[in-house]
């Protein structure tokens, strides 16, 4: 498939007597030499899988590999079968274009024989950089039928997923179902190259799990979309992609200190690919009310939100001059008074229960009694009225959303 590159591996592992692989930018693998027996758990699932890992990925994070302009040593992980590596990056005209990988088990590799990896790496640099730029030409098109499909209007979408389907990348049988996978950024971080390389990893490591022609995804600027195909009652194909999503999701971002955590949002099953967009659509709301609400499951499927499918549709529009309880509004304004909305908030959301918000906050009920009157009376409000208690429980979640109300969980 790759006869340039597979004679060059093929000269430089048998003149270093060593296991060589190539992998592109994304650590997906172009080639490998061959062997008598396996030399590590890592080489064979890499061949396996035509990847690396999300845990080796994950642990090879901190040895900054794509910011590498010379070979790099990488010590051996006996938790993840792997011998110790030579990593050589390969570059054209500065253009980072994936790997070399040389395995050196007992450390020997001498500097003249680092030093031959180098010119090696060169070599392999043109016939990648053609190779990848093909490669990138047929993904860029399967890319743009998906982002089509999703965020277009008018005939744009049929034609969208025509190209997925006469492109063999979709059974036209089948009903889909979108999942949106969005990592979770610590205050004042933004989405990067790694989360990005992260969400696809997770992706491709999900996608592998199906069959054939059930399943495209896309990484866009800040998440990971997976369009899983399904028969019309297959709730059990959707809950397994569903969980192998998610564990794939936290080993690839594990290690990554400007993402706090990650949640998934499903949208409905649609009968067509040509309806994709409707359960994006809900499946980007969900993961919002995921990433938002402390109280909704980092897996939360539209089906399954109540009163939140209606939040999360307000959520949509522009609330930033939303007049909620006068008496919250006030309260807002003084940071002294977040503990009693933190209360009130607990209250209302176990019905009204002192004893579980009593349990739940880890307070007395006589000091739950003392907050929940000195709320009533700061704010002007009755807990005893039916249509109080929904104004300020509303008030409360759609405050979160507009960032007027920060409590601490």
């Not at 790496?121 to 860029?140: I, K, T």
Request: hydrophobic content about 40%; overall charge negative.
């Amino acid at each position: 498939m790759h006869p340039e590159l597979q004679h060059l591996v093929d000269s430089v592992a048998t003149e270093l007597s060593r296991p060589a692989t190539v992998e592109d930018r994304r650590q997906r693998l172009v080639v490998y030499s061959p062997h008598s027996e396996l030399p590590d758990v890592v080489r064979h699932v890499s061949i396996l899988q035509r990847r690396v890992s999300a845990e080796v990925l994950a642990w090879l994070r901190q040895f900054e590999l794509p910011k590498a302009r010379h070979p790099v040593r990488v010590p051996r992980n006996v938790a993840l079968g792997m011998l110790p590596r030579i990593c050589v990056p390969i570059r054209h005209h500065d253009l980072l274009l994936g790997y070399l990988w040389l395995i050196d088990a007992d450390e020997s590799m001498s500097s003249d024989q680092i030093a031959l990896t180098e010119t090696a790496a060169q070599g392999f640099a043109l016939a990648l950089y053609r190779e990848v730029l093909a490669g990138e030409l047929a993904q860029n098109r399967e890319t743009e039928a998906v982002r089509n499909l999703l965020l277009c209007g008018g005939d744009v979408r049929p034609r969208a997923a025509r190209t997925l389907i006469d492109g063999r990348h979709f059974d036209p049988s089948l009903g889909v179902v979108v999942m949106v996978a969005r990592p979770v950024l610590t205050p004042d971080a933004e989405p990067d190259a790694q989360v990005r390389l992260a969400l696809e990893h997770a992706l491709v490591d999900t996608r592998r799990r199906l069959p054939a022609r059930h399943s495209v995804h896309l990484v866009s600027y800040s998440d990971g979309l997976l369009l899983l195909g399904t028969e019309e009652v297959d709730e059990a194909t959707v809950d397994r992609c569903v969980s192998h999503l998610d564990h794939a999701l936290q080993t690839a971002m594990s290690g990554l200190d400007h993402v706090s955590s990650s949640v998934i949002g499903v949208g409905q099953p649609r009968s067509e690919l040509t309806q994709a967009r409707d359960s994006y659509l809900e499946a980007d709301q969900a993961a919002r009310m995921a990433a938002s609400m402390p109280d909704v499951s980092r897996i939360a499927r539209w089906s399954q939100l109540g009163i939140y499918r209606v939040l999360a549709q307000l959520f949509s529009q522009d609330l930033g001059d939303l007049v909620l309880h006068p008496g919250l509004e006030r309260l807002f304004a003084d940071p002294e008074a977040l503990p009693l909305l933190q209360t009130l908030e607990t209250y209302l959301d176990l019905s009204g229960n002192a004893l579980a918000t009593s349990k739940h906050l880890m307070l007395h009920r006589t000091s739950l009694y003392y907050r929940i009157q000195r709320f009533e009376h700061l704010a002007g409000a009755n807990l005893k009225d039916g249509n109080e208690r929904l104004c300020l429980h509303l008030g409360l979640k759609l405050a979160r959303f507009t960032g007027r109300y920060r409590p601490a969980c």
